[in-house]
């Protein structure tokens, strides 16, 4: 494997609190990426990291925040974990740009919100 | 806006039979095109890649995907299907300097002993 772990595998959580998600590599790799999987939609952005301390918006940020203080770890919360955010989320990381290395994936994490 | 369309979000085929799942593309320019398959509780792996030159790409696991300009498609073909392929797959899309994928909805794949 590239050296990509998510954590936890499976998280059950009630609605209103607060969940983290964390994205760890061994890669190295400057581009982080955290997506959600829902059937019928494929995978969707929702933040991404270019470098520590420096994140953007994907195009379905609202109720996530991230948060990368080191090169190796890519944080993704919920600060008030709602239905609507029951989903898989995979973490992704890239060398550089996707043209030329493409993403290698996490396996996921698999999140029910009760 | 760019986006990639994957019409059939299920196909079924006998092992051993030809494969070919479709992907379409909407962007002005030369679209940078991935193929990935994603197997049961897994994260998703890159089969090949189209950047630009001969149309015909050769990826992993025995597949091949032809990339058509004038349809603007980026189809993925296997001449003969394994069990083991059963799995959903994702055509993806890019731009030149960009550091994220479009990603089309996914085609589920059963394959019939």
Redesign the interface.
């Known amino acids: 494997d590239a050296g990509i772990t998510q954590s936890p595998r499976h998280k059950v959580t009630e609605t209103g609190t607060p969940v983290t998600l964390r994205c760890h590599q061994t890669e190295n790799h400057r ?1 982080m ?1 955290w997506y959600r999987q829902d059937p ?6 929702i933040h ?1 990291s ?1 470098g520590v301390k420096d994140t953007d918006k ?1 195009e379905v940020s609202d109720g996530y925040s991230v948060s990368r203080s080191k090169t190796e770890d890519f944080l993704l919360t919920l600060e008030s974990a709602t239905s609507s955010q029951t989903s898989v989320y ?1 973490c ?1 990381i ?1 060398e550089g ?3 030329n290395y ?2 290698t ?4 994490t698999r999140l029910t919100v009760v | 806006a760019q986006s990639v369309t ?1 019409p059939d ?1 299920h196909i079924t085929v006998s092992e051993g039979a030809s494969l070919e799942l479709r992907c379409n593309y909407s962007y002005g320019a030369t679209p ?1 095109l ?1 193929w990935y398959v994603q197997s049961p ?6 089969l090949l ?1 189209y ?1 630009s030159g001969d149309t015909l790409v050769q990826g992993i696991k025995g597949f091949e995907a032809e990339f058509k300009r004038s349809q603007s498609s980026f189809n993925l073909r296997k001449p003969s299907v394994h069990w083991s392929d059963a799995a959903e797959y ?1 055509c993806a899309s ?8 479009i ?4 085609t589920r794949l059963k394959v019939l002993a």
């Open positions: 581009y990426y019928g939609h494929g995978l969707r952005l991404y270019y994907g995979f992704a890239s740009s996707v043209t493409g993403y994936f996490g396996s996921g | 994957q979000i940078y991935f509780g897994q994260g998703l792996q890159l890649k950047f994702f890019t731009t030149s300097g960009t550091y994220k994928y990603f089309g909805t996914g």
